[in-house]
């Protein structure tokens, strides 16, 4: 059973930088074709992807938000971990992590999210 | 980067109806284009990959097609549990890169 919870901070304050972790079990992002990504939403917006990581540690980012974020693993904790720089309120948003498990060909599609946790930026 | 539009923004429909979803790519995007419905304070849930592949464990009243710039999705026949939010979302592959839509809130009339 394929499972991801996201943790961290609710509240954080502006020009403060944003870590937070994703938790996983029921598989391995060591395995061919594991990825993870995490992808957020303002209240009553859309969504919006950030970053992904695959099994290789290869590490891909949002155009726009690129220069903020970075992205890791820890393989052994079955985590990965996003960190984005210089927080700002517009950056509200409940933030989720997601798998990416390619088949043979290069489908990519989320296909298990965790449940999200949501982060306000504020003074 | 490319730009994903929905419409209609929002629609009512009643119980039984046919709902359609459009979804137009700013570029050519193949069928790099997946479907998913999100319930208030829920997590996403994929129904659709590929334009037209239903997941696994998705009823078949949900279905998707098109290919280029141009997708729909449907709901052959609406149902009390279909009120959500539905994305439209295209990806790249080399490298990976995703964009979702506006979203199309669907309502029951």
């Known amino acids: 059973q394929v499972t991801l919870r996201e943790s961290g901070p609710a509240l954080v304050k502006p020009t403060q930088t944003l870590t937070l972790t994703c938790t996983f079990s029921g598989f391995s992002l060591s395995t061919s074709g594991m990825c993870v990504s995490w992808i957020r939403q303002p209240p009553g917006k859309a969504l919006e992807w950030l970053a992904l990581i695959d099994w290789d540690d290869d590490k891909y980012y949002s155009t726009s938000l690129k220069t903020r974020l970075t992205i890791s693993k820890d393989t052994s904790k079955n985590q990965v971990v996003l960190t984005m720089t210089n927080m700002d309120p517009v950056d509200t948003a409940t933030y989720y992590c997601?798998?990416?498990?390619?088949?043979?060909?290069?489908?990519?599609?989320?296909?298990?999210w965790g449940q999200g946790t949501l982060v306000t930026v504020s003074s | 980067d490319i730009q994903m539009t929905q419409s209609p923004s929002s629609l009512s429909a009643s119980v039984g109806d046919r709902v359609t979803i459009t979804c137009q790519a700013s570029q050519d995007i193949s069928n790099y284009l997946n479907w998913y419905q999100q319930k208030p304070g829920k997590a996403p849930k994929l129904l659709i990959y590929?334009?037209?592949n239903l997941e696994t464990g998705v009823p078949s009243r949900f279905s998707g097609s098109g290919s280029g710039t141009d997708f729909t999705f449907t709901i052959s026949s609406l149902q009390p549990e279909d009120i959500a939010t539905y994305y439209c979302q295209q990806y790249d592959n080399l490298p990976p890169g995703f964009t979702f839509g506006p979203g199309t809130k669907v309502d029951i009339k």
């Open positions: 997601a798998r990416i498990h390619l088949s043979g060909l290069a489908t990519y599609y989320f296909d298990y």
């Open positions: 590929d334009a037209s």
